[in-house]
Nanobody, 116 residues
Framework: QVQLVESGGGLVQPGGSLRLSCAAS????????MNWYRQAPGKQRELVAG???????NYADSVKGRFTISRDNAKKMVYLQMNSLKPEDTAVYYC??????????WGKGTLVTVSS
C-alpha cells in the first residue's frame, strides 16, 4: 500500500509559477514510476509528466519547457514545478505512482487555478 498526499495548489496569475508536492508513505520502495495527472472541468484526466525510478522523464506536449517533474527519495517526495502558467493549466492535479506488480495509487488532488 502507498499513500499519496498532494499540496501546493492555489490561485496564480497567468505567467506565474507554482510548485506542487506529493508526499508518499507506505511501501515506497516498490515504486517504479511517478506521474502527475490533471483534470480540468468537463475534460478527461490527462497525463502531465512522468518520472521513472531510473530518472527518465516524459511530458505532455502542452507543458514541455514549462513544467519539470522531480523527486527527493530521502524525503519521499515528488514535485511538479510549473512555470509560465496559462489559464488552460487550470485543473485539479493528481499524483500517481505505479508499484511492482503494476498496481497504481492516487492522491486526492490539489486545485490549481490560473486567472487574473
Amino acid at each position: 500500500q502507498v499513500q499519496l498526499v498532494e499540496s501546493g495548489g492555489g490561485l496564480v496569475q497567468p505567467g506565474g509559477s507554482l510548485r506542487l508536492s506529493c508526499a508518499a508513505s507506505g511501501s515506497v520502495s516498490n515504486i517504479y514510476l511517478m506521474n502527475w495527472y490533471r483534470q480540468a472541468p468537463g475534460k478527461q484526466r490527462e497525463l502531465v509528466a512522468g518520472l521513472t525510478s531510473l530518472g527518465s522523464t516524459n511530458y505532455a506536449d502542452s507543458v514541455k519547457g514549462r513544467f519539470t517533474i522531480s523527486r527527493d527519495n530521502a524525503k519521499k517526495m515528488v514535485y511538479l514545478q510549473m512555470n509560465s502558467l496559462k489559464p488552460e493549466d487550470t485543473a485539479v492535479y493528481y499524483c500517481n505512482v505505479m508499484v511492482i506488480g503494476n498496481r497504481d495509487y492516487w492522491g486526492k488532488g490539489t486545485l490549481v487555478t490560473v486567472s487574473s
